[in-house]
T-cell receptor, first 114, second 116 residues
Framework: AQSVTQPDIHITVSEGASLELRCNYS??????LFWYVQSPGQGLQLLLK??????LVQGIKGFEAEFKRSQSSFNLRKPSVHWSDAAEYFC????????????FGDGTTLTVKP | DVKVTQSSRYLVKRTGEKVFLECVQD?????MFWYRQDPGLGLRLIYF???????EKGDIPEGYSVSREKKERFSLILESASTNQTSMYLC???????????????FGDGTRLSIL
């Protein structure tokens, strides 16, 4: 069975500082990997996805993530955080044979200090 | 762009009522999902459907049922609402295996349901 761990429940960074959100997954083969963002009172919006090929993936809003097979990780990064990035972030893993299902981590809440 | 519409943003119901949450998508996706989201617990899958009239239980199906009579519509039913079903409910869709397999899920804005 696939699973996702987001070790950090809550992270606080200063505006303009760099950001890294951690994600570790468990899956027997090469998975599909996703990062979503959820603003308060909204649904989840896709930031980026990894299917195959280049392990460094670029997404929307200046985010990127790197797939590291040896570490079973897919960490999300942004070089300079903006106040509008404050939100909850979810990492998800999908199986290639699993009819669109994904398993989600518990989420990391990002607070941005002025 | 995929649009997933949930019929209500906020809903207040009473204990014991039968509650219907509706979700409609406009992208011809085969898969549809219902999650509930609670603080500290992330997203938990209640039910999903991979075709009309087809459904499978997710991780927490107890107290819920679903209906998918048309491809674009997926309904979540609380048979007899209880206070512990107060939560945010999220609907999502995704292409199926015969479509663009492995694509991300697309989410509605959620329904915040309060059971009094």
């Amino acid at each position: 069975a696939q699973s996702v761990t987001q070790p950090d429940i809550h992270i606080t960074v200063s505006e303009g500082a760099s950001l890294e959100l951690r994600c570790n997954y468990s899956y027997g083969a090469t998975p599909y990997l996703f990062w979503y963002v959820q603003s308060p009172g909204q649904g989840l919006q896709l930031l980026l996805k990894y299917f195959s090929g280049d392990t460094l993936v670029q997404g929307i809003k200046g985010f990127e993530a790197e797939f590291k097979r040896s570490q079973s990780s897919f960490n999300l990064r942004k070089p300079s955080v903006h106040w509008s990035d404050a939100a909850e972030y979810f990492c998800a893993v999908g199986a290639r044979t699993n009819a669109g299902k994904s398993t989600f981590g518990d989420g990391t809440t990002l607070t941005v200090k002025p | 762009d995929v649009k997933v519409t949930q019929s209500s943003r906020y809903l207040v119901k009473r204990t014991g009522e039968k509650v219907f949450l509706e979700c409609v998508q406009d992208m011809d996706h085969e898969n549809m999902f219902w999650y509930r989201q609670d603080p500290g617990l992330g997203l938990r899958l209640i039910y999903f459907s991979y075709d009309v009239k087809m459904k499978e239980k997710g991780d927490i199906p107890e107290g819920y049922s679903v209906s998918r009579e048309k491809k674009e519509r997926f309904s979540l039913i609380l048979e007899s609402a209880s206070t512990n079903q107060t939560s945010m409910y999220l609907c999502a869709t995704a292409p199926g295996l015969g479509q663009e397999a492995g694509q991300p899920q697309h989410f509605g804005d959620g329904t915040r349901l309060s059971i009094l």
